[in-house]
């Protein structure tokens, strides 16, 4: 258990949650192992206390802040979102956190910061994927947003899921939630956090670029290279009902985001 | 007496060898029995069919290399059977996938076969391999004489679009397919050695002759 968290219902679908269990154990995270069930058997003991977040770049007052000093100033709100992996399964998350523009606001970004970069902590002792000869991903993992999207309400820093903090599997102590663009976007155990002039590298692309792009907002006319975006498996699937639902543009969040985009045309930066 | 005793062994072997197979389809119908295969057993179910279509492929594929390299003969009785479980796996793999994952929607089915070009290449080699499985009893191959020889060879290419299969998905780690292909790499090559030196012996004879 973690602290108090008020819901925030505003925010929050009427969909039906993905239990705790599933949630907690079918992960992507590839620091613990590429496999579903791997970050749940190989991230017990990481260590998140103490844990440290640098803030650098366009800010006025930069530095390396104690977790709890980061989110001791904010009311913890408590979101269900929807979560759209990539790879067409998705799920419903009551994540606990704080939305990321609050906590930006608080170190003074210049008129210069145009994007945010985050970085994943980089400890191959603790971290078993990162010491695999034969992964084509580059380690510390990278992630960035376009500062409008990194100030958006949605947008959220969480610190805990189902009301309790977060298990490492999920991406403790500190992870990226945001939920209209696939869920490798939502960076796991953020360990810095810098503002730029520049559009950030971010890992999946800078793997396969044609794949995956910087945006990577949730968009069922798009398709992934090599499968379709157009429908998602809702987990938990049972096997007499794929649970199969059509995916909305912007994991159905385009009321709420698609005006970030006006303008743009979304095939070209997908 | 020993003759029967050995006998009696040759039955146990028999069945071991028989029921081995069979158990990685018992231990996913059981956990999915309770529902111990996590928030998506259908993926879990087609994963693991598939590994095993494969595993059982591969070891089809080992027995005349084990024979010839390692003088091991007793595995040959078993190939046939090796190749049959093969094809069985790789059944329920596809039908799994249509079952649970698609849910039989030939819409979708022919929206998943265009887009994931993957999924073409493991159907084609389950295709092919079906009349492997056909014409793998004994009547048939008396009954094919040398061309079931020839029909049989079709494994080679089916091993290689299996290979496109998995390599086609992978995400960023690519340790598993190169585990198999290494060993896939071993089992073609030790044939492709064989023969060579099958020709160049046939035709320092020629030369002799």
Same mark, same amino acid.
Request: proline share 6%.
């Given at each position: 258990?973690?602290?108090?968290?008020?819901?925030?219902?505003?925010?929050?679908?009427?969909?039906?949650?993905?239990?705790?269990?599933?949630?907690?154990?079918?992960?992507?995270?590839?620091?613990?192992?590429?496999?579903?069930?791997?970050?749940?058997?190989?991230?017990?003991?990481?260590?998140?206390?103490?844990?440290?977040?640098?803030?650098?770049?366009?800010?006025?007052?930069?530095?390396?802040?104690?977790?709890?000093?980061?989110?001791?100033?904010?009311?913890?709100?408590?979101?269900?979102?929807?979560?759209?992996?990539?790879?067409?399964?998705?799920?419903?998350?009551?994540?606990?956190?704080?939305?990321?523009?609050?906590?930006?606001?608080?170190?003074?970004?210049?008129?210069?910061?145009?994007?945010?970069?985050?970085?994943?902590?980089?400890?191959?002792?603790?971290?078993?994927? $990162?010491?695999?000869?034969?992964?084509?991903?580059?380690?510390?993992?990278?992630?960035?947003?376009?500062?409008?999207?990194?100030?958006?309400?949605?947008?959220?820093?969480?610190?805990?899921?189902?009301?309790?903090?977060?298990?490492? $599997?999920?991406?403790?102590?500190?992870?990226?939630?945001?939920?209209?663009?696939?869920?490798?976007?939502?960076?796991?155990?953020?360990?810095?956090?810098?503002?730029?002039?520049?559009?950030?590298?971010?890992?999946?692309?800078?793997?396969?670029? $044609?794949?995956?792009?910087?945006?990577?907002?949730?968009?069922?006319?798009?398709?992934?290279?090599?499968?379709?975006?157009?429908?998602?498996?809702?987990?938990?699937?049972?096997?007499?009902?794929?649970?199969?639902?059509?995916?909305?543009?912007?994991?159905?969040?385009?009321?709420?985001?698609?005006?970030?985009?006006?303008?743009?045309?979304?095939?070209?930066?997908? | 007496?020993?003759?029967?005793?050995?006998?009696?062994?040759?039955?146990?072997?028999?069945?071991?060898?028989?029921?081995?197979?069979?158990?990685?389809?018992?231990?996913?119908?059981?956990?999915?029995?309770?529902?111990?295969?996590?928030? +998506?057993?259908?993926?879990?179910?087609?994963?693991?069919?598939?590994?095993?279509?494969?595993?059982?492929?591969?070891?089809?594929?080992?027995?005349?290399?084990?024979?010839?390299? #390692?003088?091991?003969?007793?595995?040959?009785?078993?190939?046939?059977?090796?190749?049959?479980?093969?094809?069985?796996?790789?059944?329920?793999?596809?039908?799994?996938?249509?079952?649970?994952?698609?849910?039989?929607?030939? +819409?979708?089915?022919?929206?998943?076969?265009?887009?994931?070009?993957?999924?073409?290449?493991?159907?084609?080699?389950?295709?092919?391999?079906?009349?492997?499985?056909?014409?793998?009893?004994?009547?048939?191959?008396?009954?094919?004489?040398?061309?079931?020889?020839?029909?049989?060879?079709?494994?080679?290419?089916?091993?290689?679009?299996?290979?496109?299969?998995?390599?086609?998905?992978?995400?960023? +780690?690519?340790?598993?397919?190169?585990?198999?292909?290494?060993?896939?790499?071993?089992?073609?090559?030790?044939?492709?050695? #064989?023969?060579?030196?099958?020709?160049?012996?046939?035709?320092?004879?020629?030369?002799?002759?």
């Amino acid at each position: 258990k973690i602290r108090e968290s008020v819901r925030n219902t505003a925010l929050s679908t009427d969909d039906k949650l993905t239990p705790y269990f599933h949630v907690m154990s079918y992960n992507n995270f590839y620091e613990f192992g590429t496999g579903k069930k791997d970050p749940a058997r190989h991230a017990q003991n990481f260590q998140t206390d103490p844990w440290k977040v640098e803030i650098s770049g366009e800010v006025g007052k930069p530095g390396v802040y104690n977790l709890e000093d980061l989110i001791k100033p904010h009311l913890l709100e408590e979101r269900i979102y929807r979560l759209r992996c990539v790879e067409a399964w998705s799920m419903v998350v009551p994540w606990m956190g704080l939305s990321l523009g609050d906590l930006l606001k608080k170190f003074d970004p210049t008129s210069k910061a145009k994007y945010v970069e985050f970085t994943t902590l980089h400890d191959p002792d603790q971290m078993p994927g $990162q010491r695999s000869r034969f992964s084509t991903l580059e380690w510390p993992y990278v992630e960035g947003l376009r500062i409008d999207e990194a100030m958006h309400p949605l947008t959220m820093l969480a610190v805990g899921v189902y009301g309790n903090a977060m298990p490492p $599997q999920n991406g403790a102590p500190l992870r990226l939630v945001v939920p209209w663009k696939y869920g490798f976007k939502s960076i796991k155990s953020i360990v810095k956090i810098r503002l730029t002039d520049k559009m950030p590298n971010t890992t999946w692309n800078l793997m396969a670029p $044609q794949e995956y792009g910087f945006y990577s907002n949730v968009n069922p006319a798009v398709d992934h290279p090599r499968w379709s975006q157009a429908s998602e498996r809702r987990l938990p699937s049972s096997l007499f009902n794929p649970n199969r639902v059509d995916t909305l543009p912007f994991n159905g969040y385009a009321d709420e985001v698609a005006e970030l985009y006006r303008g743009m045309d979304l095939k070209k930066w997908f | 007496m020993a003759k029967a005793k050995s006998k009696a062994l040759g039955y146990l072997e028999w069945w071991v060898v028989f029921l081995l197979p069979l158990a990685p389809l018992g231990w996913l119908t059981y956990n999915a029995w309770i529902f111990n295969l996590g928030a +998506d057993p259908a993926q879990e179910i087609v994963l693991e069919t598939g590994v095993w279509a494969i595993n059982l492929l591969w070891i089809t594929l080992a027995i005349t290399p084990l024979r010839r390299v #390692f003088k091991l003969n007793w595995p040959l009785r078993y190939r046939r059977m090796m190749g049959l479980y093969s094809l069985f796996y790789a059944a329920v793999h596809l039908l799994a996938f249509a079952t649970f994952i698609l849910g039989w929607r030939w +819409d979708l089915l022919l929206k998943e076969l265009s887009e994931r070009p993957y999924i073409i290449v493991g159907a084609l080699g389950l295709l092919l391999l079906i009349p492997l499985g056909v014409t793998s009893t004994r009547g048939m191959q008396r009954r094919l004489g040398r061309n079931w020889l020839k029909l049989h060879k079709l494994v080679y290419p089916i091993s290689l679009l299996v290979m496109v299969h998995i390599i086609w998905q992978i995400r960023s +780690d690519f340790g598993e397919q190169l585990v198999y292909g290494l060993i896939l790499g071993f089992l073609l090559g030790s044939r492709m050695y #064989f023969y060579l030196q099958r020709k160049t012996r046939v035709m320092r004879a020629a030369r002799a002759a």
